[in-house]
Every structure is written in C-alpha cells, then in structure tokens.
C-alpha cells in the first residue's frame, strides 16, 4: 500500500492562490496526494475569477472554501507532510504549530486578485498563477519522494519554489 501524503497550499486570504494549489494537488497528485488550503485571514469567499478558471479546466469545485489556517492546527485535523506558502505575506506570518514537523517550502506568486485592469488583464493574471503552480505541482509530484532524505527533498522543494525547474517546451 502507497502512502498518501496530505499537502496544505497557505495564502494570507486562501481566495486563490492556496485554492488554485489545492485543486491543482487533487488533481494532478490524485492517490498520491491530498490538498487542502487555508489563509491566516480568509476572505470568506473563493475568488470568482478562481472558480471560473477551474470549472472551465474540469476541476471540481464543489469543496472548495476559503477557511482559516486554524482548522488544520486542530487535533483532530489531518496531518500534514508538506506545507506550501503561496504569498510572500503568508511566508513572513507566524504560522500555527503543525503536529508532525511536515516539509516546508515557500512557492511565493503574485497575486492574481490583486490585478485591476480589463476582464481579459484579470483572466490572464488568473490564468498565469494557476500554470505557474500546475508546474511546480507537477514537478513535486513526480519527486520519488519515498526514497530522498529529508535534506534532498528540502532542497528540492526550495528550487522549485524558485521556478530553478526545466520549462517543458511542449
């Protein structure tokens, strides 16, 4: 039996970014990973420009929220493996203790609900954010991580979150 590692995506308002992360994880890791998302201040809502980008890529949606870093410093919460901040502001924040000691990395992106400008400016904004992580998600999730030390995969989840990753020419 394959160990299924549990993935929290953090943003400062889990609203896009961390949501992105986390369908994209449930996706893409699918029986190898399980994402969640969460901010240190959640909007309350999920960006409707997120929602949008996702249903039109076949995600589903249906348990997508915007909730508070909180829930998963919960004793009943899951725990996690790895822990990804997805905006500068989440990286600098004083995170709440996580049971386990998970892997942490910071994979820093502009916010794409921070652009103003016309709907195709926002909708690319969107779009960018969502092909970055997709990239980085992928990546990771190829990672034989069962097998590399603690160090090694430290060290790896750092270039990643650096982009220091090869860009597929497909």
């Known amino acids: 039996m394959t160990k299924t590692y549990n993935v929290l995506f953090l943003c400062t308002g889990n609203s896009a970014r961390s949501i992105l992360g986390e369908a994209i994880m449930n996706a893409e ?26 249903k039109r890529l076949g995600h589903d949606v249906s348990d997508l929220r915007s909730k508070s870093w909180d829930e998963f410093a919960l004793p009943d919460a899951p725990r996690m493996d790895f822990v990804f901040t997805v905006c500068d502001q989440a990286a600098a924040e004083e995170c709440p203790f996580w049971p386990g000691q998970p892997m ?19 909708t690319l904004a969107f779009s960018e954010a969502y092909r ?19 160090m090694s995969l430290k060290n790896r989840l750092d270039e990643i979150g650096r982009d220091a990753i090869p860009v597929s020419t497909e």
């Open 29 to 54: 890791g699918a029986g190898k990973f399980h994402a969640y998302s969460a901010g240190s201040r959640p909007a309350g809502d999920v960006n409707p420009y997120a929602l949008a980008l996702l």
């Open 104 to 122: 942490t990395a910071h994979w820093g992106l502009a916010d794409p609900a921070a652009v103003r400008g016309s709907e195709a400016e926002i």
């Open 132 to 150: 970055m992580l997709r990239q980085r998600i992928s990546t990771f999730a190829s990672l034989p991580i069962a097998s590399l030390d603690r």
